[in-house]
């Protein structure tokens, strides 16, 4: 297993990191997925991280750095997958560990993830890493 950066964005990537999202159910479209891949690709403050298995992209990280008025500065993992037929292959933990060393990099030393309540595998994943728990919420959304 590899994992890397995504620097460029191949048809292939994206059709990849489209089948892994749908795994769980995120609903996309294909051309809209990979045109926000490109653009987050170049943002420096936002990282995507890919593990490959046999040259095939088995699992994929979002993070990105988040300024807020009221807290110290953090690094948000935004995204993680891995296909559902190799998981409990470390493969989750390394692209943590690859977020982690993205994170030190920034000179930022605080982690955090979001998890839906319903997702108690993941939260037994995040805990097993050293992740604590600190807060529940719920999420509003207003469409425009």
């Known amino acids: 297993m590899e994992i890397t950066q ?29 045109a926000r891949l490109k653009t987050i690709i170049t943002l ?10 046999d040259d095939k992209i088995v699992g994929w990280l979002h993070c990105l750095v988040c ?18 037929n190799i998981r409990g292959q470390q ?25 839906n309540v319903m997702r108690t595998e993941s939260h037994q994943f995040y805990r097993a890493l050293g992740f604590s728990s600190n807060k529940e919420q719920k999420v509003f959304e207003l469409s425009l």
Not at 44 to 53: E, L, N, S, T, Y
Not at 67 to 84: K, M
Not at 96 to 102: D, F, L, P, V
Request: charged content about 15%; some cysteine.
């Open 6 to 34: 995504l620097t460029n964005i191949t048809a292939t990537d994206a059709q990849a990191i489209y089948n892994l999202s749908n795994q769980l159910g995120y609903a996309n479209y294909l051309n809209l997925l990979s």
């Open 44 to 53: 420096k403050d936002h990282a995507i991280f890919v593990a490959r298995v």
């Open 67 to 84: 300024f807020r008025v009221e807290s110290e500065l953090f690094v948000e993992v935004t995204g993680l997958v891995v296909d559902g």
């Open 91 to 115: 493969i989750g933990k390394n692209l943590i560990e690859a977020s982690k060393n993205w994170s030190s990099g920034q000179h930022i030393s605080l982690l955090r993830v979001r998890c």
